[in-house]
């Protein structure tokens, strides 16, 4: 399995970006789908995830702001990210679980500015 993790950039605080993450060698509608961030400093955390079953749970800070999404005939995650604050800075990982192994995407850098 490999993720290709695509669509950070630059942009303005109230700003809008939306992530993608292709993935290769596998098969969407049975592994749980996800997308992690990193603050500079900080320790690595959830921003939300799309189990198989397409529930979808979102961290607080995410909640009302992201929607994460897949593209099955595609097999790419998506993060819609609306909003954006610039305590939304970092670098934005995809994921996909498969059989109890975590596979991980190389990371898209978003910075917001003020």
């Known amino acids: 399995v490999q993720l290709q993790a695509s669509g950070g950039g630059v942009v303005q605080a109230g700003g809008f970006l939306r992530l993608s993450c292709a993935a290769t060698g596998s098969v969407f509608n049975t592994e749980d789908l996800g997308w992690h961030r990193q603050a500079p400093g900080k320790q690595r955390e959830m921003v939300a995830f799309i189990l198989r079953d397409v529930t979808t749970k979102y961290a607080d800070f995410a909640r009302g702001r992201f929607t994460i999404a897949r593209d099955i005939g595609e097999n790419t995650i998506y993060l819609q990210m609306k909003s954006l604050q610039v305590e939304d800075t970092g670098i934005y990982y995809c994921?996909?679980?498969?059989?109890?192994?975590?596979?991980w995407g190389q990371g898209t850098e978003v910075t917001v500015s003020s």
């Open positions: 994921y996909l679980q498969r059989n109890g192994i975590t596979y």
